[in-house]
C-alpha cells in the first residue's frame, strides 16, 4: 500500500527509495508491535507536563502507522495503555483519555479511507463510557479494511491475557468438552485475545529501557527485540527502519540452523542511506 497517507504530507522521493531498498533488503516483518515509552521523560526534558508528551506521541504513532502501511506491514499493535498504568495519577489519567477520544474522533475516518482496520486488546470496559463508545465506532467503520491491521493494547496486560485464556479453557474441561490431554500450544493461542492475530515478529522499545513490561508475554516467544534510546514523541519512521534492518539482518533459527544471508555490503549502503 504505497499510497497510504495519515500525515497528510506528501511522501518524499528519499523515503520512497529509503523504503524499496528496505523491501528489497530482506523480508518485512509481517507484525510489528511496539512498547511505546518515554512520552514522561521526553516532555520532562523540555519543562512540560507528562501530558505533554502524550500529546506529542500521537504524531509519532500516525507517523509509523502510514509507514508500516506503506512498507507493507500487515499488523502493528501498539502498546497504548497497560494495567500498571491505571496507578498513574488521575490528573495524567484523565488526560490520556482525553488524548484517546480526541486522537480517535479525529483519525476515523482517515484511517477508513487508507483501508485500515483499527481493533483493541485488554480490559477496554475500564475505560470511562465516551472512551468505549468512541472506540467501538472507530471498530466499526474500519472492520472490512484490509490493508493494514491496527491493534491498540488498551489497560492490557500479558498476564492478565493467559489468565483469561486459561479460564476459558478450565470451563470447558469443567463442562465436559474439552479433554486436559488436547491442551497444547495452539489451544491457549486460540483462547488470548490476539487469537486473530499472528505472533510478533518484531517487538520495539522506545526509551531504553530493557524490560517486556507485561506485553504479550505468550505471543513474543520467537519475537526479535529491538531496543532504542529514542524517546517514543521523538521516534519517527526513519528510526522504525533501522529497527526492521536489524530485523532482517538476524537469523531467525527457532532453535535450527540456516545458513547467513543479507552481505555486509547491503547493510553498510542502507546504513549509509538512513544516516546521509
Not at 497517507?5 to 518524499?12: A, D, F, K, R
Request: charged share 30%.
Amino acid at each position: 500500500m504505497d499510497s497510504a497517507s495519515l500525515t497528510n504530507t506528501e511522501q518524499s522521493q528519499h523515503d520512497k527509495d529509503l523504503q524499496a531498498k528496505l523491501q528489497k533488503a530482506g523480508e518485512v516483518p509481517r507484525h510489528v508491535a511496539i512498547i511505546m515509552d518515554g512520552n514522561g521523560r521526553w516532555a520532562k526534558r523540555k519543562g512540560n507536563m507528562r501530558a505533554k508528551g502524550h500529546q506529542a506521541g500521537v504524531d509519532s504513532v500516525r507517523d509509523v502507522t502510514e509507514a508500516c502501511a506503506q512498507l507493507g506491514v500487515q499488523y502493528l499493535t501498539l502498546y497504548t495503555f497497560s494495567t500498571e498504568n491505571w496507578d498513574r495519577p488521575k490528573t495524567e489519567i484523565h488526560a490520556l483519555m482525553q488524548i484517546l477520544v480526541r486522537s480517535l474522533r479525529k483519525e476515523a475516518e482517515n484511517l477508513d479511507r487508507n483501508n485500515i482496520r483499527l481493533t483493541a486488546i485488554g480490559q477496554t470496559n475500564r475505560f470511562p463510557k465516551n472512551c468505549q463508545n468512541k472506540l467501538n465506532e472507530v471498530i466499526e467503520l474500519t472492520k472490512d479494511n484490509d490493508a493494514l491491521f491496527l491493534c491498540l493494547a488498551l489497560s492490557y496486560s500479558g498476564r492478565w491475557d493467559i489468565t483469561e485464556a486459561v479460564k476459558k479453557i478450565a470451563r470447558q474441561v469443567k463442562t465436559g468438552t474439552l479433554n486436559p490431554e488436547e491442551i497444547d500450544d495452539d489451544l491457549i493461542s486460540r483462547h488470548l485475545s490476539t487469537a486473530q492475530i499472528p505472533d510478533p515478529d518484531l517487538i520495539i522499545r522506545t526509551s531504553g529501557e530493557y524490560r517486556i513490561s507485561n506485553f504479550l508475554l505468550w505471543q513474543l516467544a520467537y519475537s526479535e527485540l529491538y531496543i532504542t534510546e529514542t524517546y517514543w514523541p521523538d521516534f519517527r519512521r526513519e528510526e522504525l527502519y533501522k529497527a526492521i534492518f536489524s530485523y532482517q539482518n538476524r537469523d531467525r533459527r527457532y532453535g535450527s540452523i540456516k545458513p547467513e544471508s543479507n552481505s555486509k555490503s547491503s547493510r553498510n549502503s542502507f546504513t549509509n542511506d538512513l544516516i546521509s
